[in-house]
């Protein structure tokens, strides 16, 4: 069963999916709600079928590396990460095409809303839905979702404990009730996975550069930046500030010559790239999906994953419209506070 529908209806078609013994594929984020992920959760471990979320992007050649690059302390200890998404056309921002005879006949309307309340059909609200909160997720949770699974798959991480969000409607001013530009700010702890670190997260619907995006990570001793089909690995560069004496001081105390000898030293920068022919992370995922099926095995995004990359920016949405800091257990998996 693939779920392919408006956010609102996740949990409701995933549930009676597995109920009935399905194996279930659900486009992201997993639920329209933080309210919601329990459910689903308890109904994959009760029927014990494949459930795997859509983030294409955690199956990629590009994770992959990137996981195995950090176990490695290729960039050092982890302190902050960030990750953008760049858009600048009209379906980009979601205003997609209208069919001429879009009605109530031709579209079951009063299906389409489910629980919520019976409103006069309207074209934009069904054509254009994530643009509405009764039935989307916003720019959180349809594009921070993808960079929030691709970090938790490299750094092994639950989540984070403390989110916080700003941002604004800028320039898609057609009725939509989400924000076209949100910046999200979320503090990791530390915990036996990882360090303590930091995340930025940025989504712009009217950026000049456009059709882009990368998921960054950055340690003690470099950097490196996230594809899908690509990583590009940074090292820093050990070296004494010329005004500082006493940092020249401790890095040539063995140096009692003052011959400084030129060494052999790595390129500054990295790139991994995939094989020509690669088929890519939408690929990938779908295979890990089938695979998972034919041997009875977890998915690479099951249920409590699929929730604990889709909480944190539920919580972003939360954060930004009650204009309050969230605080977040990504053991338990439960809102501590609002403040």
């Not at 643009?131 to 699974?149: C, E």
């Not at 001013?173 to 989400?178: C, F, I, P, S």
Request: with cysteine; glycine share 8%; net charge neutral.
């Amino acid at each position: 069963m693939i779920v392919a529908t408006p956010d609102h209806w996740h949990k409701d078609i995933s549930v009676d999916a597995m109920n009935s013994g399905k194996a279930v594929y659900c486009e992201k984020p997993m639920v329209h709600s933080v309210s919601e992920g329990a459910a689903v959760v308890e109904a994959q471990n009760r029927n014990k079928v494949v459930f795997q979320v859509g983030s294409q992007g955690l199956s990629s050649l590009g994770n992959e590396k990137a996981k195995e690059l950090l176990a490695q302390g290729a960039i050092g200890q982890l302190n902050y990460a960030e990750g953008f998404w760049a858009r600048n056309s009209p379906e980009g921002a979601w205003q997609y095409a209208i069919p001429a005879d879009a009605s109530e006949k031709t579209v079951d309307w009063k299906r389409f809303l489910n629980q919520y309340k019976h409103i006069p059909f309207d074209s934009k609200r069904f054509f254009r839905w994530r643009n509405y909160r009764d039935y989307g997720t916003g720019v959180s949770g349809d594009l921070f979702v993808h960079l929030f699974s691709s970090l938790h798959f490299i750094t092994n991480s639950k989540g984070p404990q403390k989110i916080m969000a700003m941002g604004g409607l800028r320039y898609w001013k057609d009725g939509r009730e989400v924000p076209d530009i949100l910046m999200g700010m979320f503090d990791y702890a530390e915990t036996k996975e990882h360090p303590a670190f930091n995340l930025s997260l940025r989504v712009n619907f009217v950026d000049g550069t456009a059709d882009s995006t990368y998921l960054r990570l950055v340690g003690s001793e470099g950097s490196m930046n996230v594809e899908w089909d690509r990583v590009t690995l940074y090292r820093n560069k050990s070296y004494a500030a010329t005004d500082d004496p006493l940092a020249a001081t401790k890095l040539n105390r063995d140096n009692v010559s003052g011959y400084e000898r030129k060494k052999i030293v790595p390129p500054n920068s990295t790139v991994y790239t995939a094989e020509k022919g690669y088929k890519g992370a939408h690929f990938d995922h779908f295979y890990n999906f089938f695979k998972a099926i034919r041997e009875k095995n977890l998915s690479v995004e099951d249920a409590l994953f699929g929730y604990r990359a889709a909480a944190p920016a539920l919580l972003c949405n939360d954060s930004y419209f009650s204009n309050k800091a969230v605080v977040w257990d990504p053991e338990n998996l439960k809102v501590v506070s609002t403040k």
